[in-house]
């Protein structure tokens, strides 16, 4: 059974960094779009980052645009956001998800929703 998995969540300090690793099982999603989105308690799940399956595009919420990398490893099956001067209201429940939709920026479009990795960032 396919299955994604995050990790990399964890407490920093307001300006820090963090990198997040999602890690697919079970089948390839090599020539699917991939994307990271996040949700805080209250709010609705909101789109992060975006990467197409060769990595030669990627796209990025206006929030996070110049902090945060997305990339992606093949040959790994696995994708990344590298999360850089990261601020109080990044923090939420970060998850990834493979894109068998149309809409890139949709959370709808998206399936294969792993548990997600928590990221918390102190002021």
């Known amino acids: 059974q396919a299955q994604l998995v995050e990790s990399g969540g964890g407490l920093v300090q307001a300006g820090g960094s963090l990198r997040l690793s999602c890690a697919a099982s079970g089948r390839s999603f090599s020539s699917y779009r991939m994307g990271w989105f996040r949700q805080a308690p209250g709010k609705e799940r909101e789109f992060v980052a975006a990467?197409?399956?060769?990595?030669?595009?990627?796209g990025y919420a206006d929030s996070v645009k110049g902090r945060f990398t997305i990339s992606r490893d093949n040959a790994k099956n696995t994708v990344y956001l590298q999360m850089n001067s990261l601020r109080p209201e990044d923090t939420a429940v970060y998850y990834c998800?493979?894109?068998?939709?149309?809409?890139?920026?949709?959370?709808?479009?998206?399936?294969?929703w792993g548990e997600g990795t928590q990221v918390t960032v102190s002021s």
């Open positions: 990467i197409n399956w060769s990595g030669g595009w990627s």
């Open positions: 998800a493979v894109r068998t939709g149309r809409d890139t920026y949709d959370y709808t479009a998206y399936d294969y």
